[in-house]
């Protein structure tokens, strides 16, 4: 938590471009595809109001800041574990980049109309009945990104983070991308794009991310 701080410190204050992971980059490395549903859905309702689930201290936010920037209506809520918003309140929060440590309480206070998931569900226990209690609040627009499928069948790995970031381990789902998407369609959303994320592929597994919007009856 602590390399990730340090990291987007810099960033804020303009002493460095970007930073993933607690790695800091010499350029800006843009998830396209996902920065293409933040303003599909700025173009809809003229703004955008996102929740971002497990966000970190904003990476994504510094990320697309630049277009943020550019829309007359923008807020970005994070939702972290409790350590990370503490922090996140005390260093990093402003006008636009709030910290939450629910959903419930950024729904009650902001009322975000855009769901991000960015390289997170796969790192819950739970994932599907995490999404069963979000979904009840029926975001218009869903985007997913940097999420793992495997090429086979569902299945539950351990994940080992290179030295070079930091020494750790953690539990790793890869999805089965069909059922996935049966899923989001069961709970009202239909598919505008999928979509290949930067994190790569090979024989056994792929990241993707997909653009989910839902649909009003």
């Known amino acids: 938590m602590y390399a990730v701080e340090k990291s987007l410190l810099k960033v804020k204050n303009g002493e460095?471009?970007?930073?993933?992971?607690?790695?800091?980059?010499?350029e800006i490395q843009y998830s396209w595809p996902l920065l293409s549903g933040l303003m599909f859905a700025?173009?809809?309702t003229g703004g955008v109001k996102v929740l971002d689930f497990g966000g970190s201290l904003g990476s994504t936010y510094y990320q697309n800041k630049k277009f943020l920037d550019k829309l007359d209506k923008a807020s970005w809520c994070v939702i972290e574990q409790d350590n990370f918003v503490t922090i996140g309140k005390e260093k990093f929060e402003d006008e636009r980049l709030k910290f939450f440590y629910s959903v419930d309480e950024c729904i009650k206070q902001e009322k975000p109309?855009?769901?991000?998931?960015s390289s997170v569900l796969q790192y819950i226990e739970k994932p599907y009945e995490l999404l069963d209690a979000i979904l009840e609040n029926d975001f218009e627009t869903i985007l997913i990104d940097r999420m793992s499928f495997s090429k086979t069948s569902e299945?539950?790995?351990l994940q080992v983070v290179p030295p070079s970031i930091y020494q750790a381990s953690y539990p790793c789902?890869?999805?089965?991308?069909?059922?996935?998407?049966?899923?989001f369609k069961s709970k009202g959303y239909s598919v505008i794009e999928i979509f290949e994320s930067a994190d790569g592929k090979n024989d056994e597994y792929e990241f993707k991310g997909l653009i989910l919007e839902f649909e009003k009856c």
């Open 16 to 26: 460095a471009v970007y930073e993933r992971d607690s790695v800091i980059f010499d």
């Open 113 to 117: 109309n855009i769901l991000l998931l």
């Open 155 to 157: 299945k539950i790995t």
């Open 173 to 183: 789902w890869f999805f089965d991308e069909t059922k996935l998407i049966d899923y």
């Open 42 to 44: 700025a173009a809809k």
